[in-house]
Each structure stands twice: as C-alpha cells, then as structure tokens.
C-alpha cells in the first residue's frame, strides 16, 4: 500500500525524498499552509514543496535537482520577514533551512563565531553573553529570526546606528549558488580577501543570489557601560529636532529610537506597558553605550537638549531590570499594534534625519487623507521610519487603502531623498516603489547582476524589482479578488 | 588613437601626451582630464566603441598597484573632479567628487567638528576615489571599519557612458542590491565612480597614541598583554604591532612595539590609559602621546611608506605590500616578516593590526632579494589561510611575482561580473586579480 501511494507522488518529491530523506519533504496541501506567506501576510502562494536539508551537501544536492529540472526555489529561514522574501508565487520547492541550526565555531580571541544559517540570532548573544560578548546586529524578532534570513535580508535593528548592520558584521559564508556549485567566501573571518565583494552583493540580496549555508559573523565585547534614557515630548517637532541635535553635538548613541501618540497608546495597551504617559506626543528612548567613565557626561549632554526642546520628562533607567522593561515595551510594538487594531501594515522607509519634522507632517496627511491611523515607531537616529498602518481586512476597501497609504508614506520619502526599504527589504510588497528610487536603467543594471549569479532566475523569482507585466497582474489580481469574495 | 577624435570631446588643454614611460607601469599615451561626469562618459563610451583601453588614476599613489599593462591608450585623471557636492552635516553624510584628496575633504569636515572615519595612506596625494576602489583601511580600522562600511551611495559611469547610481543618501537602505559593493574596492574595472556618498563620523574630544614597547619582542612577551587588553572592556581605536625599525621612526624606540590608541571623551580616554598602565607587565617602556600631539603621530604615520608618484630609485625600488591574516596571527608574523627579512640581508618596515588582522610591510631592494622574499613570506600566509597582496612594485616586477596571490577564490562567478559590466574589457583591463 505504501509502495502503491508512492508511485503515485509527484516524482520531483520522490526524487527530492532519496536526498533529504521521506520525512524532511512537506509537499500535502494540508503541510504547505503554514509556507504560504512570511511575515507580509498580505500576498500569499502555495509551495510545490518544502524541503528541510540537513547539511550544504544536501542543499547543494537539491538545488543541482532543482536547476536540472527547471523548477523554481526559495531558501527560507523563520520566516519572519517583513516584505513577502520568503512567500511562493506558486510551485516553488522552499528549502527550509531551520534543520541546519548549529553554532560550529566561537573563537573569541579573533572575535568571531561560525553558525549554520537555521542559527536563531538571539541565542548567538545568550552563547556568548556569559563571556562578555555579543552579536551586534538586534533585529526586533531576534528571539525568532536566523542569521541566515538576516544575511538575506541585510537586517538591522535598534542598535545600528552606532554599530552597523548585518552586512557590516558579516565576515565569511559558505555559499550554494544557484546552479548547485558551492563556493566559500573569506572562510577564516579574515577581511579584504582579493577579488570583488561577493560577500557584500549576497548580503541584502533577499535570497536571489546563492543560499549561505555557513556563516562566519563578527562578535563583540559587551560594552563596558550603558545609560538607557526616555524623554516625553509633548510635540513631535521638538523631539523630531531633539534627534538632530544629540546627533549634531557628536554624541553617538547605540540607539535612539522614537515612538509616537498612537504608538503609544498600542505599547501601553498591550503586553509590556511601563506607564508612559498617554497625553504626550512623542517619546525618545536613548541609548548611549561604552567606557563608563564617558556616559556621566553624555546622558548630561542629552538631557540638556531635550530640555532645550522643551521636554516635559527626560529620565535616565535606575537599572537593568527598568532598561531592560523600556527596551521590550519598544521592541514589542509592532504586535502591540493588535491591541489598538484588527490588523496593520508596517512600512520601511529611511530618510535624512534633518527631514524628521517634514516627512512626519507628511505622513499626517496621508492619515487624514485616506481615513487611517498612523502610528510611527522608528528608528529615528538612522532615519528608519516604521510607519504602521491600522486599518480593519473584514473592512470592505481598507486593505487597498491601507497599501496605498504604505505606498504613498514611502513616496514620501524617495522624495526627501531618502529610500523605500532600510531593513525589511523589498520583496513582494514593495517591487514597484523600486521606481521611486531607481531609474528603469539602474534596475536593469541590478538585473544583469542578478543573471551572472542566478542566470536561469530559478532562485527566489520575482523578487525585489518591478514586474515587467504589472498591469495584467493587478487585473487579475482583483478579479480573483472579486471571485472569492463572490 | 588620435588627440584629433579626442578634441571632440575634450578642449585641448586638457589633453595631453603622456611621459614616454613609468617604471611602475599603468601609464597611458593620452591623458585626459574631465571635468564633468558627461565628460566622463563621452570618453568612456567613445573609448569602448573604439576598442581602446582606459585607465583611472586619481592622486596616482596606487600607480605601482596592479596591473599587468605597461601602458593604456588613455589615462583618465579625475584630479580636475573635484570638491564636496553636499554636506549634509545634520544627516552626518557627505557627497563628494572622486577626485577629491582626503585631506582636502577632512580639513573641511573638520571645520564643521566631523571626519570621515578612515585613515588611508597618504592623505594629500590619495582621493577619496582611489581610497574607496582600493578598500583602502588605516591603523584605526579597527573602529573605523573600511570603505566598504562606509560608503552609502555612488555615481558611477559605465564603460559604455551609462550613469548609474548605487545605493542611496541615507545610513540604512536595503532597496535592491547593495551595488555599492561591486564598485568598493573593484579597482576600478567596472566603472568610473564620479561622486562618492559616506558617513561621516563626530571628530573625537580627545585621544591619546601610547606605544608599549616589548624589550623581547617575541609572542610570549607580547601576547600575554594583548590577550588581556583584547578580553577587556576597552575600547581601542587603534592595536598595531610595529617592528623595532619601525618603531624607531614612529616612536623614537628600537624595540617590537605595540600602538595603542583611544578616542573618547577626556574621562573615559584617561580611564583607559590608566587601565593599561595598571596591567602593563614589568619591564615594558611606555610612551605617551595626547591630543594633538596624537593627531600628528598619525599624519606623521600615513606618510611612511612608498607611493605611486614618487620617482622611483631604479636601483633599489620600493615595494609594499598588504597581508590578511586572523588578528592573532599578527605578532608572530610582524616578528616573521622582519627576521626572514634580515635573513636575506633586507630592511623591512612592518606593522599589523593585533584587532583587525591586517598588516602592511614595505622595503627597498634589488628584485633578486625582494620578490623571492615576498613569495617566501606569500606562502608562510596563505599556509594560513591569509594572503598577501603586493600593493606597491616596478611593472616589471609585477610580471613576475602575482601581486593577488594564490590563494583560491571564486574566480569563475568574479570573471562573469567583470564579463557583465565591462565585455569589452576597456577599463582597467588586467589590473585585478586573475587578469581581470
């Protein structure tokens, strides 16, 4: 009986199933749900299959499988995506990479550590921690992302003002390029190898260049000291030139982030409110870090501008644990959007700080215009807007509205001369604000990069630029739309 | 070629014949000198339908950099292009025209209280162009990271004459690739950048230089301390090991030394030095410079080794090179390159970074002592896994020892990036690794 229902199967999953073994192959419509979209839920497909290699021989084995028979590919990690990276279009084969999960190598004398790319980024940090290290780069879903989706992705997070993003930490991988071939990369950690800057084009290219399937990654010395402040304003303009001005003075923080009203209101009512006040417009939490005998003077420095801006409260962290609780309440504000919202729509988009004021106005308007709230929690050191859009699915319309108002928030700032994505990438959702950036000449230079490393375009197609048959698409798109909604 | 069909696109001042010839090569029959990115790409476009081959060339330090090609067809200098485009000093970036030196651009971010967070070599000869199409890094590396971490946005001509922009303006963009990397550190043979975006950093409110020095010299006397220094909370900017004559010129001090350097607000740097006086072994002399006097040290520093312009001494040339090797590898091959070197009867000037594993040597010598001697140093290397690139030699010399090493990288997917961006191999032609 078995034998019988085995001739049956599709013969790429029997095929698939003699290099990774029966149970590592999820290829039931039933299995396949849980794959059909990452964390931009708003565009979903179906995988043809989801393999879970064990090692690079495996992967390569696939993928030689895969480009021999012509069917299209997806590497994944957790899936926490926030631009549809990782979402099929239909009858892709998802090469899962969460059963490839170890840490291989820490050398903490040369300061770096060699994961497998299933590796959680989080649990990098609590390997090391006890010996006074770190993994700089925090994305906020660091409890569940993996480096490799980071390397992918060129992740960022709270900290990168003062210390950089993925890219910058990312020393040496271990490579299954789209044909099959592997490749290492500056294996040893060791930097400038000779050659062009593979390591550099891989990073940040959403998973359509190669699969990193080992990952050499920059570790660093916990810093000595670290002051966490949190000022209430109670005018967004003023906060918004509070930034510019802790900047402006020369002062580098590991973080300085921004949360507005609305913002508020959704962290206050969700899992870790610390009792900000719910009357002000605007909050800051600061972060300045390194040799303790310098930080006195800086979170001096800092409260002294905020309160040229007029701040109502400027209040440094008594201690870890108070830290540490500020720091959740901000990192959990996304979901904490579900307290204030039935859904939301989180944009990216990154502009010149001195522009704060401007852009916010801006984003205002389109609120008022579209009749949707706009809550912002940012990353206002870097210039990194999250512009979250709340709005109602079961709503007839709102949807649309919703990623118009995305879509017109990173107009916005294209136009500043800022850009559409600063960590979440474009994937899916944003293929066609590329055009806001970039000239119909300069994606195609992006293409042809992409052709010498993906030429047959099986790995990760149709993501990251503009579709070249958009208008037909969208028809379709809500025709079917119209269909299910009968 | 003619200067008839470049009179086209050039006025003739700024055109000219080149010297008869370079002893470090990479010289080119005509010299053109554009001033505007459509200038650029009218020679480059004209260039490439014509089948001629181009070289760039900044300030010219990199002139003994590379390149198996005596002499190019044409010599584009970006030395007329240049000048800040726009500092946008709230947003701590910069853009700036290639052909721009560093120091030009630093004493003008200085005087708004920023830096670029780089310390290459030769700051008034070198531009910002040649620093970044090198990936080129100074001592202070190790919190400065490269241009490759630095570098935001380009403009860059094709060598079919299409501009392009990489990248962005702002400090964090992952809006499509990130094509700034294909050009950082390609030497120049994709495409001619002609603006250059970076983050810029806050000039530090103090620093100090200390130099330890180590009357033994050897990995047992000095690792014990840079262990403990490199397991501490410290911050340093700079951790480079120098050999003694080295050390002689920059310290005053004929002994295997160690430069450490902090950057900070006064207390936190006094914190620091007061660390290391604590935990500094017995025996070991230290010296110490603050502030300004720190400041010199470096500028002092970037001056020492040899440079493109510079005639050189044909009896006896110049060459340098530049090793990667893992951080902890950094003393014993400081130690290495200067015994093998006396071994040989050689004089070399060597330095490492003990945080970020790359060092620098340079020496003077006949061809029959030196090239076996770098070949012998290559393969100590790339034994471990490092490598040793030869950053400064006479053309000749080039042709005979590989300047980009041995060690093996993904060549096949570098040549089909090459193949892509320039097919008909007009820029640069045969001046990278593996002939690209």
Redesign the interface.
Known sequence: MFGRKKRRLDPLIRQLMEWVGETNVLYRREDLVAYECDGFTLKKGEARAVVFPADTREVAAVVRLLHRENVPFIARGAGTGLSGGATPLGGEVIISLVKMKKLLRVDLDNRIAVVQPGFVNLKLTQSIADRGYYYAPDPSSQYACTIGGNVAENAGGAHCLKYGVTTNHILGAEVVLPDGEVIRIGDEGIPDMPGYDLLGLLTGSEGTLGIVTEITVRILKAPQGKQTLLAYFDDVEEASRAVSDIISAGILPAALEMMDRTAIEAVESANFPVGHPLDIEALLLVEVDGIEAGLKSQVEDITELCRRRNVREVKTARDEKEAAAWWANRKTGFGAMGAISPDYLVQDGVIPRSTLPEVLGKIREISRDTGLRIANIFHAGDGNLHPLILFDERKPGEKERALEAGSRCLKVCAEVGGTITGEHGVGIEKREEMRFVFTKEEIAAQIRLRDVFNPGNLLNPGKGFPQPGRCAEVKQEIKERRMAEG | MTAMALNDLLPAERISRSESSNPLGNSGDWIAQPRTENEIADLLRHADEKGWKVTVTGGGSKRGYGGLRERYDMMLSLADLRGVVEH??????VTVRAGTPIRELADHLAEH?QRLPCDPRWPGTATIGGVVAA?E?GPRRLAF??P??FVLGLRVI?PDG?I???G???????????????F???MGT?GVMSEITVKL???P?DQCLMYLTFPEGSEADIEPFL?LL??????PFALEVLNPVLAEKTAGVNRYTLAVAFE??S??V???VKWVRDHLPEGIGMEMRRGEEALRCWEAWAELGPRGPEVPDTDSPAAAA?I?????ETVSFIREATEKASDRGLEVFAHGGAG???ARIWLRGTREAVLPYLAELRSVVEER???L?ADHLPFEWRKRLDV??N?T???G??K??KD??DPNRTLNDQR???GI
Request: charged residues 30%; glycine residues 14%.
């Open positions: 946008r000093r709230g947003d701590m970036t209280g990936n890094t990271g490269a490759r971490d094709c299409r392009l922009r990489t962005g303006k702002v400090v964090k963009n992952v809006a499509g690739y990130d094509m700034n990397k294909l950082v550190g390609s994709l950093r806050p000039l409110p262990r490199r397991s501490s909370t410290l911050e900070d607000r207390e936190a006094d914190d620091q530049k990667g090797l893992r951080s902890t970020h594993g790359i896994r490092g490598f690139v980009w090493g060690r990288i993904p060549f997917l570098m089909r990036i892509s961006c990278f690794v593996g």
